[in-house]
Each structure stands twice: as structure tokens, then as C-alpha cells.
């Protein structure tokens, strides 16, 4: 069975889709995040404040290809920005594994994280409207690392369950 990664935008539902896959399938889910805050005995928000986003990619990358090259089965949630950095968007092409981009839209983020920033240090300390450009901008710029997937699934208007049938089709 291959490893089952699931990526896109903050807020596309990476963490969530990935929990609830897992319950459905039985295959263990990691996030990537969580293993590197176990690793750095720190939050995403420390890494951060305390050593940089320059670190934070170097720990991300490294933790990345430690869970590709492990033996287990398991869906693994990627961080939003993990494609775009140490040119890990080459790695979600590899055979061994099925990659899938959960696309949303602008609205859809915006909607989901202005109520759902503080752990995210990218945008904890932005007004609405400026996050707002700040997103779009940001998608833009990242679509073309997120468009390295192998599948895309679309997760507007969607609940967490048709989401996950969605992605369920796709490993069937
Ligand atoms: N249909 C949905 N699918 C996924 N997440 C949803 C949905 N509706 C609301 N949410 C909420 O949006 C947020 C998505 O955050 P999260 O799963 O942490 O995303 P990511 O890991 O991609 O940043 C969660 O707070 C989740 O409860
Ligand atoms: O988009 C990004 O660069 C980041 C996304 C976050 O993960 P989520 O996408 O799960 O919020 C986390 O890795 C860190 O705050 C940086
Ligand atoms: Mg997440």
C-alpha cells in the first residue's frame, strides 16, 4: 500500500481531512507539524519566534523525507508550505506514494482561518483584510508547487465526509 499525502493552502483541511480518512481506512495518520513539534520539544509558534522560519523549513524538509523513506503505512497531512520549500514538491511525484492537492478557493480560506490564525505565525498577527490580500497573493504564488500533486480534489462547499469520499474514489 502507499503512503497517502495530503497537502494545499492553511485552512484547506489538511489536519482535519487526514484524521478523518484515517478513522474510515484504519491506516494511522501523522502530521507533519505535530511529528516536527515532538522533534523540536517546541510549538509551530516557537520554532518560529524563537529560531526563524529558515529553521522551521530545514526541520520541516528533514522531517518530510524521514517519513517518506519509513517503512509504515500512513496518511500523512502535510504543513501548507511544505511543498514550496527545499524542493519538496518534486518529492509528491514520486510512485510510491499518492499525493493529493485539497484545493480551495480565497473565500473559503479566508473564511475558515480569520477565525483560526493564532497558531498559524504566518498570519497570527493580521487584520481581516489584510489577510485577506494576503492570501490571495500567497495561493498564487504557491499553486504552482501544490500543482506537483498527483490528484486535486475540490473542497469548496464540501463537508469533511464528502471530502474524504472524495479521496476515498481516488484510492479505489
Ligand atoms: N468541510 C470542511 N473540511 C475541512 N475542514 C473544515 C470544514 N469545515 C470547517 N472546517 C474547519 O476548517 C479548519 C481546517 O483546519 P485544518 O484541518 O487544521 O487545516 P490545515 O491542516 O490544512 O491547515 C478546521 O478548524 C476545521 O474544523
Ligand atoms: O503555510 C505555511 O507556510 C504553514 C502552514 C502551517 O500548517 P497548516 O497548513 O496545517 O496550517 C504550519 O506548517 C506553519 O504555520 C507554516
Ligand atoms: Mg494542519
Request: aromatic letters at 8%; glycine letters at 6%.
Amino acid at each position: 500500500m502507499k503512503k497517502i499525502v495530503l497537502l494545499g493552502y492553511m485552512g484547506c483541511g489538511k489536519s482535519t481531512i487526514a484524521q478523518n480518512l484515517s478513522k474510515i481506512t484504519n491506516i494511522p495518520f501523522l502530521d507533519l507539524d505535530t511529528c516536527i513539534e515532538k522533534r523540536a520539544n517546541l510549538s509551530i509558534n516557537e520554532i518560529f519566534s524563537k529560531h526563524g522560519e529558515v529553521y522551521f523549513r530545514k526541520l520541516e524538509h528533514e522531517m518530510f523525507v524521514e517519513l517518506l523513506n519509513s517503512s509504515e503505512n500512513n496518511i500523512i497531512g502535510l504543513g501548507g508550505g511544505t511543498p514550496c520549500y527545499a524542493n519538496n514538491h518534486l518529492l509528491l511525484q514520486n510512485d510510491d506514494i499518492v499525493s493529493i492537492y485539497l484545493k480551495a478557493s480565497i473565500e473559503t480560506l479566508y473564511n475558515r482561518l480569520a477565525q483560526n490564525k493564532s497558531k498559524r505565525p504566518l498570519i497570527a498577527n493580521m487584520e481581516e483584510d489584510e489577510m485577506k490580500e494576503f492570501i490571495a497573493k500567497h495561493l498564487f504564488d504557491r499553486s504552482f508547487y501544490y500543482n506537483h500533486a498527483q490528484h486535486k480534489v475540490s473542497v469548496d462547499g464540501k463537508s469533511v465526509e464528502e471530502t474524504v469520499e472524495d479521496i476515498l474514489e481516488i484510492l479505489a
